[in-house]
């Protein structure tokens, strides 16, 4: 080692004393959920997990909004990075000042009129340290298939654990509600009882179409016609089946009965009309469910038994087609 090398070695102590790499602690929110980033440019989405639920070890990550994966460190988010940045710099400075306030001297001269030298290190201001705050969320989930805890804008989401959709979850939990309505129309008076049987109606069939929209999306590469998939409604079951069934070879209707296709059939009908006519039958609902036509103009009855019979047709739908589309390959 040359005397320049022992020397410059000598003032940068502080600077080696840094190592090669840096340690830098993340702080989840009051919440214990800590920020995630989508690295797919197209996506960018941000997330939220509880570090030490999920997957135990090492295991990828899935972007819950498009389905992307990866290694974990491609998903810290920009806030983190530029923190994480912002603590290096700082320390790096921090020491690289400590270092060169070693190099300061003060030779004054010993004669009257002689010329002395000096050094003095100002350091000026610490470099300035980028902090963040989480953000919020609208969703709060735990995946019922790894237990991770995550948090996403919207409703449906792939876990970012073990990528397994929500989509059967999501419907599931609105199902449950369907049913707490149902219950507690039980104890209520007759006009409140017929407004909570028709809200849950109303409730399962758009929790069916939420679902079935989102589990065609997000297999829409597997169809004949991504671009008409995207367009398929959940709330006609008899178009349902047929689309279903024209861009994905599948029967929807293999895992049911007769008799529970066509009880599934008349409620999907009694909440057409209750979202459209007012629930006053028409020619159309007598077509289609076969009522006398002496019945037009009447408002139809939704039971409770009516819902009751619904809940469990939608849930073996719901998982024939799930099933189905995941054994297709694109």
């Known amino acids: 080692m040359s005397n320049k090398e022992k020397y410059i070695k000598m003032i940068m102590t502080h600077i080696e004393r840094l190592g090669n790499s840096f340690e830098i602690e993340l702080h989840p929110d009051e919440k214990g959920y800590i920020g995630r980033e ?3 440019p197209e996506c960018e ?3 939220k997990i509880v570090l030490g639920t999920g997957l135990k070890g090492t295991a990828k990550c899935y972007c819950p909004y498009c389905g992307y994966s990866g290694d974990q460190s491609e998903f810290f988010t920009k806030d983190q990075i530029e923190f994480a940045t912002s603590k290096v710099i700082r320390e790096f400075t921090d020491a690289l000042v400590k270092d060169l306030k070693s190099l300061e001297f003060d030779n004054k001269s010993k004669e009257s009129f002689g010329i002395g ?3 003095k290190v100002e350091p000026g201001k610490p470099y300035p340290i980028h902090h963040y705050r989480e953000r919020e969320l609208e969703t709060f989930i735990e995946c019922p298939e ?3 805890k995550y948090s996403v804008y919207g409703l449906f989401a792939f876990c970012p654990d ?3 959709h929500n989509s059967i979850q999501i419907l599931q939990k609105n199902l449950e509600i369907a049913e707490k309505m149902v219950e507690l129309a039980n104890s209520v008076e007759d006009s409140l009882k017929e407004k ?6 109303e409730d399962c069939i758009s929790a069916f179409d939420g679902f079935g929209r989102e589990i065609c999306k997000i297999n829409a590469e597997k169809s004949s016609s991504p671009e008409k998939v995207w367009r398929i409604h959940f709330q006609n079951l008899n178009s349902v089946r047929d689309n279903i069934n024209d861009y994905f070879g599948i029967d929807i209707t293999q895992n049911l009965s007769d008799d529970e296709w066509n009880n599934a059939e008349i409620c999907f009908q009694k909440r057409h009309l209750l979202a459209h006519k007012m629930g006053i039958i028409d020619k159309d609902y ?6 006398p036509p002496s019945m037009i103009g ?5 039971t409770l038994e009516d819902i009751k019979s619904l809940i469990p047709i939608i849930e073996k739908l719901a998982n024939s087609i799930k099933s189905s589309l995941d054994d297709l390959t694109q």
């Open 38 to 40: 989508c690295p797919n």
């Open 45 to 47: 989405g941000y997330f």
């Open 117 to 119: 030298l000096s050094l």
């Open 146 to 148: 790894c237990t991770l």
């Open 162 to 164: 073990c990528g397994q």
């Open 196 to 201: 909570l049987v028709e809200n849950a109606l």
């Open 286 to 291: 007598v077509k289609k469910t076969g009522v």
């Open 298 to 302: 009447h408002k139809i009855t939704v």
